[in-house]
């Protein structure tokens, strides 16, 4: 049943055309706040600043019930087949990514996710002893790895680095670009550096390649790789080798990358610089979360409310996009990941049962921290020709013990003014004689409140996004699991690496490229060997004289 | 004149009608290829994956011309007043960015120009007299700088580190955070850290409140701010203060934040941690770029070019937004600036003359360096429902002296090898029986290339962005160099500081906020105020229980 066939769906579209103004007198006022709310675990949400009234969340109620986003959300704790499309062939597998901090309440588990939660048990414990035979060894801790190894786990380690318990720092060698790498090795002393080389299947083209590279360079510097590489992959994969590894620590395929941040994937690099009862914290605000989005009223599952406010947004709304902006420093590449997330999973042409969308999917991602950003693209926000909903995220409590006063106010406070601020002034606008000084207002956020960022708080919010994430793509009909849009580039850039040895090969002689993608890549290549090498002549004269 | 009542605008409404599906057997070639490049300084822009052919070319020459694109360059170059709005108060006044680089070549400047590369000089000497006498004092430099004084500076910092001839690091405390500025000062030795504070007007909130704390912060360790704080600021402004800093730095009304990198907001810290030769290498890059926009061929001018392809893409072909993508690990935070270069720019509402814009302004510019990208977010770029054209940025040769080779090609030509498979796979799709694993194609990108990026080539990028966003302005007759939209926002922030104020005061009493807008914000408080602390209640034994 393609989302558009709803009949919640028609009965949207018709209250998008007298959807509530915000700017209105009386639209928005404090009763309004007060009605307009949603919490979960120690997270609250907060959206009376949508462009939503009781007519629509009763829609939208309906339209998850039509949906059936709940009965999904517990087939995927459940670990039943959701990662499939209809009539062709597909991954066809579970997902099990909530499963690997279930062990907090293994009883409320089904049987699959259970037995899954009993092995990656076997693995936390595997790292729990690795953990205490390495602690304080090392000062540095480098990942290789790519995407959702990547990404989540910087997110994480910024967010939380305010708790470090270990003293080592944590890199990251994701880009097959040489300079990523060489950046990353000015910096640590091999002898004190612990390598983390993540990749579920051991083939990915930049960890396969990257590793390769590092394992040579150690040797170079009389360090044996065996004693300094660690690998979180898939058991029985090619990098499943004790011969290679101080130690391998396991992941399934039920564990998608962009959702595989509370897998050993996360758990190792994350463990080793902040410490294994950090990170304990942090799964467990993750399970918590897992729990809390098992409720079926909408009213009362913050995941779910998020999602049905997205699918209105860009659906019924029209808005292609969604801003997150975190009023908090520590989150600054959270953003990043979610742009992932969501993007990845959700980003999608087909429906689950194999049929094209013709509606919008996937909204683009983005943001950067408040305030910084309200002195950057906030412009374009405010009086911009395109409506961008908000998302915004606001703590009561700094991490760190400093929040000093000055002009009468603590800086806490002032950034905490200037979030609800943003958030009101979109909505309200205000009319001016000058035009350029007129606010059309009437453009939508939302707020997500915590107390403080802590281990299990950030736990909770990341489980918050990866389950608004699938209740989306669940309200949607789509497959957020899979990831099939990767793959033409991926088998193309071998093509043209062909391509590049042949040349390098034949030295001057013309290759004759089979495909005409690679016809044209050839004649890119040679711009590229073409291009002018840049010129210095400064002179330092012309200043000196001039200057006073 | 609106925009949107050009002939070349009707002209071009049309040719969107039939525009080039780049899918086609034969539409993508070799040949296509050549005919598709401009050039500008030792950049190369490579547009044959675009929509276009010769006839929309032409039509957007005609656009081009139609708008006065190039008279408009000319008048921003010669400092002529272009930062007004017709009938209504506004800044009105000149804008200088291109004069804080005409130094190289001063008899090329118009008088106003030349007279304001006269004061930069000054202010070069200066800083070129202090950097000698602390050069090699300090290890750390931290920025007190929000939007174009932080992302800016940050983003050419990271684009150079590989460059760097002092030892300095550099930290940013831009946000209001509290957390910000505590992690900054954990990294840091007092008595070796200079501080910059970079504040125009000398009265932005983040900047006077971060300095305020910082300076008692700096006296409570028993340093003396006034030998580690320098300034930049506004001749007269109130920072501007013998008595409170080691040195002041000007700049002018007429340098906007956003473009204020290659003037003392930029060669200040730049200066001190990359190296004086390094930041003026940049300037002559810059400068160099600037005096290529002044061409008035578009086929010869690549800032016009790219501003005219993204004209195109954004209101012919519809789309809201544009990614950029650097293939170079050092530019990661390069979009960032970018971001708020060109949404600060040209999100507008309204045009120079006044009135209501009925088109499409600023798009959404997003972007993640590549390869990282494409494990990410390129999904949805690939097989979402919204077009999203990309600028790639590319560079034949490395950063660093390390180019490791592995499975028979270095880990350069991998980079480049992927960066031409997207563009190409975007642009030609592949049809695939199995839906999930079809392209749809047609999906437009263009490429930015250099030999390597050096100070002088990033110097050439950053101001090919600072033009291109200029012409896009110019060709929608927009006002890109003002930011009225900030203003909203900022006052509001103010009133509700005074209710958190008047709150603190009165402990428990209900105060009456005047302003619906602070009832609404009240209202905000208070959910913040009540939400639930979390708990811990890790049952580590759960875990110890069951593992083998």
Chains 1, 2 share one sequence.
Not at 157 to 179: E, M, T
Request: aromatic fraction near 8%; hydrophobic fraction near 40%; include cysteine.
């Amino acid at each position: 049943m393609n989302f558009d066939r709803f009949i919640a769906t028609k009965k949207l579209r018709e209250l998008a055309k007298k959807a509530p103004d915000l700017t209105k007198d009386g639209a928005l006022d404090a009763k309004r706040v007060e009605e307009m709310v949603v919490s979960g675990c120690q997270l609250r949400l907060l959206f009376s600043t949508e462009r939503v009234n009781q007519e629509i969340l009763h829609a939208l109620e309906e339209l998850a019930e039509e949906s059936e986003a709940c009965k999904k959300m517990a087939m995927i704790q459940n670990m039943e087949m959701v990662n499939y499309i209809e009539g062709y062939a597909s991954e066809n597998r579970a997902v099990g990514h909530t499963a690997m901090r279930g062990f907090f309440n293994e009883k409320k588990l089904s049987k699959k996710a259970r037995e899954a939660a009993e092995l990656e048990k076997i693995e936390i414990e595997k790292f729990r002893n690795f953990y205490k035979k390495v602690e304080g060894k090392y000062t540095d801790v480098a990942v290789v790895g790519i995407g959702g190894s990547y990404l989540g786990t910087q997110a994480v380690y910024n967010a939380l680095s305010a708790y470090q318990k270990c003293k080592a720092r944590l890199h990251f060698i994701s880009n097959v670009d040489p300079d990523n790498m060489a950046s990353a090795l000015q910096e640590v002393d091999l002898k004190k550096t612990l390598v983390v080389v993540v990749s579920k299947s051991g083939g990915t083209l930049e960890i396969v390649s990257n590793e390769e590279v590092l394992r040579h360079y150690f040797e170079s510097k009389g360090v044996n790789p065996k004693e300094h590489f660690v690998c979180v992959t898939g058991e029985k994969s090619p990098m499943d080798n004790p011969n290679l590894y101080a130690a391998c620590f396991y992941l399934w395929d039920f564990v998608g990358g962009r959702y595989s941040v509370s897998s050993m994937v996360g758990v190792v690099p994350l463990g080793l610089t902040l410490g294994f009862d950090v990170v304990l914290e942090f799964l467990q605000g993750m399970h918590e979360m897992d729990q809390h989005v098992l409720e079926t009223n909408p009213r009362k599952n913050i995941a779910l409310m998020s999602a049905l406010l997205d699918v209105w947004n860009r659906n019924f709304m029209n808005c292609p996009n969604l801003a997150i902006i975190p009023y908090a420093y520590g989150m600054s590449r959270f953003p990043a990941h979610l742009q992932q997330l969501i993007m990845e999973s959700n980003g999608k042409h087909i429906t689950q049962e194999g049929e094209y969308v013709n509606f919008g999917t996937s909204q683009t991602i983005f943001g950067e921290p408040g305030t910084d950003s309200q002195h950057s693209f906030f412009q374009c926000l405010h009086q911009g020709t395109d409506v961008v909903p908000i998302e915004f995220i606001g703590f009561r409590e700094s991490q760190h013990d400093f929040d000093k006063e000055s002009m009468g106010t603590s800086q806490r406070t002032k950034l905490n003014a200037n979030l609800f601020a943003q958030a009101i002034a979109l909505a309200t606008g205000k009319k001016d004689e000058n035009k350029n000084r007129d606010f059309k207002g009437n453009r939508q956020s939302r707020i997500l409140l915590a107390k403080k960022l802590t281990p299990q708080i950030l736990g909770q919010i990341l489980s918050y996004y990866e389950h608004k994430t699938a209740f989306t793509g669940a309200i949607w009909h789509i497959n957020s699991f899979d990831q099939e849009g990767v793959q033409l580039g991926k088998k193309l850039s071998l093509s043209i690496l062909d391509l590049y040895k042949e040349r390098a090969h034949k030295k001057g002689a013309t290759p004759h490229p089979a495909q005409k993608e690679v016809q044209v890549a050839e004649a890119f290549i040679k711009h590229m060997e073409n291009l002018e090498a840049p010129h210095i002549h400064l002179d330092y004269d012309v200043l000196k004289k001039h200057a006073q």
